[in-house]
């Protein structure tokens, strides 16, 4: 089946650490996102990748890095340099030049 | 100022009631849009999705897009209480960008 998937569902760090958090398309879309969702603040756009080895910050991109070495791939790290990490997060991919995009199930990080 | 802007909600309806969803914006260059479901703890699911202005029907959801006034709308007829979820409007140019999301409570 296609679809986009995002793991682990639940996650927790201990304040201080590195943690990456993994999200894998079959679709073969060009474009992959990341989001966060906070309560009450919808999605907030963290980093976009519009072609393999490319990508370009969002609105939020402080404290998180990604990579693109692989067009069905596109993993985030939270560093201990975002200061309030404890977020619900979505991957999505779509095709640049369409409409629709398509969201994983996302992780749930928590900061222990 | 937020590009989209989105009542939060929440909005809380009796089953069978119409539902009016909307979303406002300040870009001119948006081009499309969009409405995603999202049940709670889920990810979001595509509803709807239109280029033009006017209105886009499919069962009992129809867009509305009047680009003149930068704002959009979803509606739902004859509501269940399986549509309680928030709806969030996005919009694109070249990457999504989403509104807040509004909570909807649709009550047997």
């Known amino acids: 089946d296609g679809g986009i998937t995002q793991s682990p569902k639940y996650l927790f760090r201990k304040e201080g650490q590195n943690v990456t958090l993994s999200c894998e398309q079959n679709?073969?879309?060009?474009?992959m996102y990341w989001y966060r969702q906070d309560p009450g603040q919808g999605l907030r756009l963290i980093y976009y990748?519009?072609?393999?080895?490319?990508?370009q910050k969002g609105d939020i991109a402080e404290g998180y890095s990604v990579s693109r070495e692989k067009k069905e791939s596109f993993p985030l790290t939270v560093t201990s340099a975002q200061k309030n990490p404890t977020a619900f997060y979505l991957c999505?991919?779509?095709?640049?030049?369409?409409?629709?995009?398509?969201f994983g199930q996302g992780t749930r990080l928590t900061v222990v | 100022q937020k590009e989209v802007e989105q009542d939060p909600g929440p909005l809380s309806v009796p089953e069978g009631a119409i539902v009016s969803l909307n979303c406002t914006y300040s870009?001119?260059?948006?081009?499309?849009f969009m409405w995603y479901r999202q049940y709670s703890r889920k990810g979001p699911e595509l509803l709807m999705y239109?280029?033009?202005?006017g209105n886009k029907e499919d069962g009992r959801f129809t867009a509305q897009v009047d680009k003149s006034s930068k704002y959009i709308s979803l509606f739902i007829r004859d509501s269940q209480p399986s549509d309680s979820a928030t709806y969030l409007c996005?919009?694109?140019?070249?990457?999504?960008?989403f509104g807040q999301g509004t909570e909807l409570s649709v009550k047997p």
């Open positions: 999505a991919s779509s095709v640049p030049a369409e409409t629709e995009a398509f």
């Open positions: 679709l073969n879309h060009d474009a």
């Open positions: 239109t280029y033009s202005s």
């Open positions: 996005a919009m694109r140019r070249g990457k999504l960008i």
């Open positions: 990748s519009q072609i393999v080895n490319d990508f």
């Open positions: 870009n001119s260059a948006f081009q499309y």
